[in-house]
């Protein structure tokens, strides 16, 4: 088992920035990837970044490119997202998640969520 505490959301302003983070504990040896969804009122979850924790590969959903930094502290067992000149359309709950592998199977953890509201 893997669990996930979010934490850094709030209210910011159009432009600002802000910096999620998401800390495992449990079975952390066996997460192979971690990221961040979100899901805005109305709207299905997407996928917002995501790393690879073998060779760090990045994936992030074009709108966030070039504003949205997905990295990670292996000794704090924590991925982070940061967050720059966020858009109103930013607004939503952000999501966690680790992939563990377990036998060959992959299981999905998620964090609670975490409020990122953006004003403007």
């Known amino acids: 088992q893997v669990q996930l505490v979010e934490s850094g959301g709030g209210l910011v302003q159009a432009g600002g920035s802000l910096r999620l983070s998401c800390a495992a504990s449990g079975s952390t040896f066996s997460i192979r990837s971690m990221g961040w969804y979100r899901q805005a009122p109305g709207k299905q979850r997407e996928l917002v970044a995501t790393l690879s924790t073998s060779g760090g590969s990045t994936n992030y959903v074009d709108s966030v490119k070039g504003r949205f930094t997905i990295s990670r502290d292996d000794a704090k067992n924590t991925v982070y997202l940061q967050m720059s000149s966020l858009k109103p359309e930013d607004t939503a709950v952000y999501y966690c998640?680790?992939?563990?592998?377990?036998?060959?199977?992959?299981?999905?953890?998620w964090g609670q969520g975490t409020q990122v509201t953006v004003s403007s």
């Open positions: 998640h680790a992939d563990a592998t377990r036998y060959n199977l992959v299981t999905r953890f």
